[in-house]
């Protein structure tokens, strides 16, 4: 098993920066994935970005890309997403997810998930 945590979510004005932690614990295997996604209201969780854990590849949606970056830490087991130039749109709540596997975009691709942190960017 593995488990995630989030954290550093919060209410942001739109032009702010914000950055997401994910610590990971149990199980941890030096392939794989890991990745975010988000959740609007209404909406269906999609993708935001992922970091292959063997050489740090990333890959980013096209809502995000230039304005966000995800990073890792494996000496902290943690698991980063640095979020500049947030707007409204951006308002969900973001999970962490892993797999043992390659990168994939998909929610249902991904085996283990984070409880979310809420992120709102609002004037």
């Known amino acids: 098993q593995v488990q995630l945590a989030e954290s550093g979510g919060g209410l942001v004005q739109p032009g702010d920066s914000l950055r997401l932690s994910c610590s990971t614990s149990g199980r941890t295997f030096n392939s794989g994935t890991l990745g975010w996604f988000r959740q609007a209201p209404g909406k269906e969780r999609q993708y935001v970005a992922a970091?292959?854990?063997?050489?740090?590849?990333?890959y980013y949606a096209d809502s995000v890309k230039g304005r966000f970056g995800i990073s890792k830490d494996n000496a902290k087991n943690t698991v980063y997403l640095q979020m500049n130039s947030l707007k409204p749109e951006d308002t969900a709540v973001y999970y962490c997810a892993a797999r043992p596997g390659g990168i994939r975009f998909y929610r249902e691709n991904y085996d283990y998930w984070g409880q979310g942190t809420q992120v709102t960017v609002s004037s």
């Open positions: 970091i292959s854990r063997s050489d740090s590849t990333t």
